[in-house]
């Protein structure tokens, strides 16, 4: 299996202009995540689907911040316009079954990340 | 508020000399303590899952203990390879998300 295949790895671009991340979760796995990594705030949880389905987006920082995922194999994530705060690696993650419910299948297997900076 | 609280932020070890992350969390229920390997310019890389108190699990030179409070990470004869930033993470009830903590930055010199 190829893993969590995210793109671009890199991205430099200027504050106001869009920018959209994308993720490719390893296939057969019903839910994904999308985190933010800085230095001061460590991993954050974004917002996460259930087949295709936002369940919770409570980390999303504004409205500027958009995720979808139109199939199981495919999301984005977007943000428009873009601002200096928002440089940072943006990981997307997937699983097989819910977090924490102890049966095996649950462990989240993340991408290689997305590292963003903001001009 | 869920928190996760890791110690120390960095740690600096001889090859050989055998040393304890630790990770104090506060969660209302907890469902799951994670813990997590992260190499540089890489994601995350799963370690272990902790379900209750009491509870080791162990794999080549690192073995996590979990109590109701508070998990450890033992490193016993580490070696240069296993120089990387360490994550801890809850699942609190209730909920489908992890919560991490900022980590422990491991060196182990030669």
């Known amino acids: 299996d190829a893993g969590v295949i995210q793109s671009p790895r890199h991205e430099v671009t200027e504050m106001g202009q869009e920018v959209t991340l994308r993720c490719k979760p390893i296939?057969?796995?019903?839910?994904l995540f999308w985190y933010r990594q800085t230095m001061m705030r460590g991993l954050e949880l974004l917002i996460y689907?259930?087949?295709?389905?936002?369940?919770?987006d409570s980390g999303m920082p504004e409205d500027r911040f958009s995720a979808k995922m139109p199939n199981a194999s495919f999301s984005t994530l977007k943000i428009q316009p873009s601002e200096p705060r928002d440089s940072a690696v943006y990981f997307c993650?997937?699983?097989?079954?819910?977090?924490?419910?102890?049966?095996?299948?649950?462990?989240?297997?993340f991408g290689p990340g997305t590292r963003l900076l903001v001009l | 508020e869920d928190q996760v609280t890791q110690s120390p932020e960095a740690l600096r070890l001889q090859e050989g000399e055998s040393s304890s992350l630790n990770c104090s969390y506060t969660?209302?229920?907890?469902?799951?303590l994670f813990w997590y390997r992260q190499d540089p310019g890489k994601g995350p890389e799963f370690l272990f899952t902790?379900?209750?108190a009491g509870e080791e699990k162990e794999k080549e030179r690192l073995k996590a203990t979990l109590t109701k409070k508070e998990s450890f990470l033992h490193i016993t004869a580490p070696k240069p390879e296993d120089s990387a930033t360490y994550l801890c993470?809850?699942?609190?009830?209730?909920?489908?998300?992890?919560?991490f903590g900022t980590g422990t930055q491991l060196k182990v010199e030669l």
């Open positions: 993650a997937s699983s097989f079954r819910p977090t924490g419910i102890g049966v095996g299948g649950e462990t989240q297997y």
């Open positions: 296939s057969g796995h019903d839910y």
């Open positions: 689907f259930n087949n295709n389905v936002p369940i919770d």
């Open positions: 969660v209302s229920g907890l469902r799951g």
């Open positions: 902790l379900y209750s």
């Open positions: 993470a809850v699942s609190p009830g209730g909920g489908n998300k992890l919560t």
